[in-house]
């Protein structure tokens, strides 16, 4: 989830919110707690982590936005950071060379550079073979050092393709054509051996390359439900000498297996395959000179990996014994004496460079440095087997200091929430930080978190998905029952305080559960759930062949009394537990009428229960005001109903934008919420009028709105302090504009330009005037652009979502400080 942030707000709000050590409004003696705001202002602000081939050196991405940098530092000298700044956006166009140098693409005027650097260096070395719009670098090899193999798109037949670039020459041959693939893969020549190319099945094509330049297909593949949360066919290695490929693949099989093509004559043999999951093609542990695959992982709870040359094994045995998580191999050193390692436990990831002679782990940095000095819960493996047989591979989380003997079971039982995450069919979440984030402040509250995982969920073979059809409140409720009494039975979970939550199926569960087992748990919280099935299914998003295999026919007689059946919102009668509500009023998933009508039915039946929405939000919350407003609720409900801890509410409602409809339950923390006066919706209503004009690329009417009143701004943005600017529209991607420009060109399969006047219009927009010099201001709505694939394509049209902020620099000069934008093709 890439978050947008402005980089020049954090120093001031680090010293400020990650210092703070809260009191816990309990019966226990002093609790550090996480504040809310530490987990849901800041994303996770260090990425694409990556290892020169000496192993000497460490580069990573740090910051989002428009501070985006490139950051050096020596493998075993944290600290010593050697900062190379990269103008412009992020786009994420780096890697090493193998003479240990950083290969990046930079702005220079109104073009881009391919530029080289040494970490020891001061200066950047310009490779730029010739003018060129966008650049990809492919692949590098220990055998021809000095080479790489790099993809140009510049317009014109002659520089575009695929090109070995020399590093000494400055000089790139072209090898071959795009020819509408997405992945490339090389041997250690450099020879291009096999891709993938986008088909008509929703899906991919797997190829291999003939010595006469032909692409000859591998596997053709179809979308199918496995495919919905990672992909189980991809391309793991090309060996050395380029006469084998190594892949996973699902065709024929139940789950992911690896397989083996010879390359020369196109045979294929399957070698390693799991019994209980797919094999990550994204996991393998690749020799770095021979490019053969010596171990591929599975999740099953945990990591468990297979290995094709066991003299790994006792690198990665010990590796296990070191720290909580699983391990993760992102880097090997040329000569294999280092690995560049991270542990994957749900909390912030934990980087280290592994020396083999020695075996000694040299620490690095996390991804979230913000929280460094907090104390994180630990993750465990727990897998249960359902009424029926099925294995369930489901994990826990433990708060800190709560297994002091270090055998992964709390010293006592303690108060636990069982989650049920959304899809219902999306698998590999488990280490997805806008989850566990919610996770771990659950942790950090006094509570064991079980993660449940039910059948119908992809990655772990399709008879598991298809032992989810049709039982949405039949086999897949029972798993939750079944998972909360084995949490109890082995001492996570102190006998009758199991409370359940989930958000999207998560919040259909949690209704399902209260209404049909409502012995089983304490408490529930639903997040912008499905409760009425049948109406549902009528829904166009909803109403497809998938939804009617897996959830009920809508259409047929037989098919609408089993989705009755499995509605929560016909059993209202026998919810007789304490129950909180919320739910997004842009929810393009699953509408509001969905908890409007359980929140009828509820409070028709005299049912204790309370219920908010967020007016602006869609499926999945995407304002931390929204994440923080909410926990500031459900702290309080949870302390209440299992007795855990409570970060005190503040002005966390009054800072998010929420309507209340029921506090039956007479929480005070929505008992003390005043919702905003006339003044918020006047300006609210004032708003349309420039959001409007927007629609309409009106320049005139855009600019006539800016210079009678600066606090004209977007309909679904509002004015607020610097201090409090965040990410107004999280599940954006980055513009990659230079805002000197009128062209925006975009990364994807193929480069696009765009073309649009409104953009022209922010650049020659009046000045804001200097009464709000310390307030920033949002932009939010939608717009229509052309855009051409390259110069000879005829103009195709496109619709916006787009996102910007304006902001005062240090001059006091306003200027747009994040910008951002969501395409829907036309």
Not at 300 to 324: A, V
Request: glycine fraction near 8%.
């Amino acid at each position: 989830m890439n978050q947008i942030r402005f980089s020049f707000l954090l120093p001031a709000l680090l010293s400020g919110i990650f210092a703070c050590t809260l009191q816990a409004q309990t019966t226990k003696p002093e609790t550090a707690l996480i504040p809310r705001r530490s987990l849901f202002l800041f994303d996770k602000s260090i990425g694409n982590v990556q290892m020169s081939p000496d192993g000497q050196w460490v580069a990573f991405q740090k910051g989002v936005g428009a501070g985006t940098s490139i950051v050096v530092q020596p493998a075993e000298a944290t600290g010593k950071e050697k900062r190379i700044e990269i103008a412009g956006p992020s786009h994420g166009t780096w890697a090493w060379t193998q003479d240990n140098a950083l290969l990046y693409l930079d702005r220079v005027g109104e073009t881009w550079a391919l530029m080289q650097r040494k970490p020891q260096s001061q200066e950047a070395r310009d490779l730029t073979p010739f003018e060129f719009r966008s650049a990809r670098i492919l692949a590098s090899s220990p055998d021809r050092p000095d080479e790489i193999a790099i993809g140009f798109q510049s317009g014109g037949p002659e520089h575009d393709g695929i090109f070995i670039l020399s590093l000494k020459e400055k000089t790139a041959g072209k090898i071959a054509d795009w020819e509408d693939c997405s992945n490339l893969y090389f041997d250690n020549a450099l020879r291009l051996r096999a891709a993938t190319r986008p088909n008509e099945n929703m899906a991919h094509t797997l190829l291999r390359r003939s010595d006469d330049g032909k692409w000859i297909p591998v596997a053709d593949y179809t979308w199918s439900l496995n495919r919905i949360s990672l992909t189980p066919e991809g391309v793991v290695s090309v060996s050395a000498d380029g006469n084998t490929l190594w892949f996973t693949d699902s065709e024929g099989e139940d789950k992911a297996v690896l397989k083996r093509c010879d390359l020369r004559n196109g045979n294929v043999k399957k070698v390693l395959e799991s019994p209980r999951a797919d094999l990550y093609w994204l996991a393998a542990a690749i020799h770095p000179r021979s490019g053969e695959p010596q171990a591929l992982a599975s999740w099953f709870g945990e990591i468990q990996r297979f290995y094709l040359d066991k003299s790994l094994k006792k690198d990665f045995d010990w590796l296990n014994k070191q720290h909580n998580g699983d391990v993760s191999l992102m880097a090997r050193s040329n000569d294999d004496s280092r690995w560049l390692i991270r542990y994957l436990n749900g909390a912030p990831t934990e980087h280290f460079i592994y020396l083999r002679p020695e075996q000694k782990l040299v620490p690095l940095f996390s991804d979230f440095p913000q929280g460094d000095h907090l104390e994180w819960a630990t993750r465990h493996p727990f897998p249960v087997k359902a009424r029926d047989g099925l294995q369930l591979p489901c994990h826990y989380y433990l708060p800190a200091g709560s297994d002091s003997d270090g055998d992964g079971l709390p010293d006592r039982p303690l108060p636990t929430v069982l989650y049920v995450h959304g899809g219902p069919w999306v698998g590999n979440m488990q280490n997805n930080w806008y989850i566990t984030r919610q996770l771990q402040l659950l942790a950090n509250r006094g509570y064991a978190v079980v993660w449940a995982e039910f059948r119908g969920v992809a990655s772990f073979g399709k008879k598991f998905i298809d032992a989810g059809n049709l039982e949405w409140g039949g086999k897949m409720h029972t798993d939750l029952l079944d998972i909360a009494k084995a949490a109890t039975d082995i001492g996570i979970a102190a006998p009758g305080k199991t409370a359940i939550w989930g958000w999207s199926y998560g919040g259909y569960a949690t209704a399902t559960a209260l209404a049909f087992a409502p012995e089983a748990f304490v408490c529930g919280i639903s997040m912008y759930g499905v409760y009425d099935l049948e109406s549902f299914c009528k829904l166009p998003f909803a109403d497809s062949d998938i939804w009617r295999t897996r959830t009920g026919n809508v259409h047929t007689a037989e098919g609408v009394a089993l989705l009755r059946k499995h509605s929560p919102v016909h059993y209202v009668k026998n919810i007789t537990k304490p129950y909180l509500l919320t739910h997004g009023g842009r929810d393009e998933r699953t509408p509001l009428s969905q908890t409007d009508s359980l929140a009828a039915g509820l409070r028709a039946g005299g049912k204790q229960f309370s219920y908010f929405y967020y007016p602006e939000e869609p499926h999945d919350y995407r304002q931390p005001e929204s994440w923080q407003s909410f926990w500031a609720v459900a702290e309080e409900f949870l302390q209440r109903y299992l007795g855990g801890a409570a970060e005190p509410a503040t002005d966390e409602l009054e800072r998010a934008d929420l309507v209340l409809q029921d506090n039956y339950l007479q929480l005070n923390t929505l008992k003390n919420y005043r919702a905003p006066d006339e003044d918020w919706h006047t300006v609210r209503m004032l708003n349309n009028d420039l959001e409007n004009a927007m629609r309409r690329a009106d320049l005139q009417g855009v600019a006539d709105l800016y210079a009678d009143d600066a606090q004209l701004i977007a309909g679904k943005g509002y004015v607020t302090t610097g201090r409090e600017a965040i990410d107004r529209y999280w599940n954006s991607i980055r513009n990659p504009m230079d805002w000197n420009l009128d062209v925006i060109t975009v990364g994807r399969t193929k480069e696009q330009i765009f073309e649009h006047p409104y953009w022209k219009a922010l650049k020659n927009k009046p000045p804001l005037p200097e009464s709000y010099p310390s307030e920033a201001l949002y932009q939010l709505g939608k717009s229509t652009l052309t855009y051409r694939r390259n110069d000879t394509d005829e103009p195709h049209s496109s619709v916006v979502d787009f996102f910007l902020v304006w902001a005062p620099d240090t001059d006091g000069n306003w200027k747009v400080a994040v910008d951002s934008y969501v395409r829907h093709e036309g």
